[in-house]
């Protein structure tokens, strides 16, 4: 597969603008297995991008204190179990925490077709989830799973090529250049982010967005090209609100920003291209 680029007809085909007929079920459920007791912010931003991207509903499945302090932020969040249209895990999950992960999993109906983001503590345990897959590492996490594989390369993007292949998923590799990759080679290269992002719980903004973006899509089956290019318009939706919450911030001019107000970028980003 060869490299391509972000264009408009690419995000304005895969960002859905509800329409009047819609509900909150056709407009997509998002399932959120994330947060622990140690990180209940990082369930806490997963949702708020979720919400800020138009899903229908976001379905929480965490921990007792995770939920209670997203609810207390975020009161249309559901904690009950029911459908899911995409997932995303591992979020605010502590490394090696693969029977949590399990436990939770199992609180929801899914399917081997379902669309699935793996990021952070859920990584490792790739292997043991079911579903069309996304990884979405950063470079150091990319190079713990490669070592936990035995490969011999030390190249991010020959690393991200090997597990894609291997384990049959798309990878996501998180940076100020961000790449995509699938099993058929590198699917997309994103235009570089600003460095602003590098602040602890983007990572958790980006995981929620491109599972409420999957959900919204209401498919059955999916290819990698298809997972690829979702993720890389969440990508690309991801750095676009960066640098307007930056800007906002410095007054014009590009500042520190906090991933708690990433979700209001967001937002003015979604309007902006379904308008």
């Known amino acids: 597969m060869s490299s391509h680029t972000i264009g408009a007809d690419d995000l304005v085909a895969i960002v859905r603008a509800p329409l009047a007929s819609d509900d909150k079920y056709s407009r997509g459920v998002v399932g959120l297995v994330v947060g622990s007791d140690e990180y209940p912010g990082a369930a806490l931003l997963a949702c708020d991008a979720a919400l800020c991207a138009g899903v229908g509903m ?6 007792a204190a995770a939920e209670q302090v997203v609810l207390s932020a975020r009161p249309e969040v559901v904690i009950s179990p029911g459908r899911v249209d995409a997932l995303v ?21 899914l399917n ?16 043991s989830i079911g579903g069309a897959r996304i990884l979405t590492p950063h470079h150091k996490e990319l190079a713990t799973l490669a070592r936990e594989q035995g490969y011999a390369t030390a190249d991010p993007l020959e690393q991200a090529a090997q ?42 903004l980006l995981a929620g967005l491109m599972g409420a ?37 410095g007054g014009g001019l590009h500042g520190p920003l906090h991933a708690s107000e990433l979700g209001r970028g967001v937002s003015a980003v979604i309007a902006q291209l379904v308008a």
């Not at 976001?58 to 921990?63: H, I, K, P, Q």
Request: hydrophobic letters at 45%.
């Open 58 to 63: 976001v379905r929480l499945v965490s921990s």
């Open 163 to 204: 597990l894609a292949t291997e384990w049959d998923v798309v990878v996501y590799l998180k940076g100020s250049h961000s790449v995509v990759v699938t099993p058929e080679g590198v699917a997309y290269e994103l235009s570089d982010a600003t460095p602003w992002l590098a602040t602890a719980g983007t990572g958790d």
């Open 112 to 127: 081997d077709t379902l669309p699935v983001v793996i990021d952070a503590g859920a990584l490792a345990a790739t292997p």
């Open 89 to 109: 895990v591992g979020c605010g999950i502590p490394s090696g925490n693969t029977p949590t992960i399990t436990d939770r999993l199992s609180r929801l109906p």
């Open 213 to 249: 973006l999957l959900a919204q899509q209401k498919k059955d089956t999916w290819s990698h090209a298809e997972l690829a290019r979702v993720a890389a318009v969440a990508g690309t939706i991801h750095a676009m609100a960066a640098q307007r919450i930056s800007a906002e911030a």
